[in-house]
């Protein structure tokens, strides 16, 4: 199975700043990574697609980029909104293995 | 609007069965694949099954094979999870998800891009 790891495992930032989230794939995935976000009570919600690809209605201040073994998730700019937890999860090998996550706290 | 609604879950003892159900509605679901992924209390997120759009191709996470089972009902716009064997680590919220492209044959470049908001299953003596 393809193991996926997340950094760091829990940030504490303020309003404004620039977060960045490394996820990291033991092997190759191409650009096959897939970004999400949990609010507390929440079920997930997609944010990036394939690596680098904003879904619709997804605020242009998250931007994701990577491919190979090497991916990041950017907020340009910290939002109140923002808190929660973010999952990078890979789609080119079954199973579709998710992070660990990252525990975002504004 | 899409929306998923899980249904199935509860309070089961292990080794007993029980059958998740997803009703879907505001999307063409026969066109796409779906997904069921669970999150232990407390936990991360687990991808368990996904099936393609004609049931064409299914896949499961390896503790799952041989007990669970993923299928579908395009005439009735329902996913469902069999799952028996049900053990204490089963515990979780199960989620059924929609596939983000349609009519996608191969299981490469999935992505979940819309969620019902889960169904809790319980095992416990």
């Known amino acids: 199975d393809i193991q996926m790891t997340q950094s760091p495992s829990s940030l504490s930032a303020s309003v404004g700043d620039r977060v960045t989230i490394a996820c990291r794939a033991s092997q190759s995935i191409s650009t096959h990574l897939n970004w999400y976000q949990q609010r507390p009570g929440r079920a997930p919600n997609l944010l990036i697609s394939a690596a680098s690809s904003v879904q619709s209605g997804v605020p242009s201040r998250f931007t994701g980029s990577g491919s190979g073994t090497e991916f990041t998730l950017t907020i340009s700019s910290l939002q109140p909104e923002d808190f929660g937890s973010y999952y990078c999860?890979?789609?080119?090998?079954?199973?579709?293995?998710f992070g660990p996550g990252t525990k975002v706290d504004i | 609007e899409v929306q998923l609604v899980e249904s199935g879950g509860g309070l089961v003892q292990p080794g007993r069965s029980l059958r998740l159900s997803c009703t879907a509605s505001?999307?063409?679901?026969?066109?796409?694949?779906m997904h069921w992924v669970r999150q232990s209390p407390g936990k991360g997120l687990e991808w368990v099954s996904s099936?393609?759009?004609?049931?064409?191709?299914?896949g499961y996470v390896d503790s799952v094979k041989g007990r669970f089972t993923i299928s579908r009902d395009n005439a009735k716009n329902s996913l469902y999870l069999e799952m028996n064997s049900l053990r204490p680590e089963d515990t979780a919220l199960y989620y059924c998800?929609?596939?983000?492209?349609?009519?996608?044959?191969?299981?490469?470049?999935?992505?979940?891009?819309?969620w019902g908001r889960g169904t809790l299953v319980t095992v416990s003596p």
């Open positions: 999860q890979q789609s080119y090998y079954v199973p579709f293995t």
């Open positions: 998800a929609k596939d983000g492209v349609p009519l996608r044959i191969a299981g490469r470049g999935y992505y979940f891009d819309s």
């Open positions: 099936i393609t759009y004609n049931s064409g191709a299914i």
């Open positions: 505001g999307f063409t679901f026969h066109d796409y694949a």
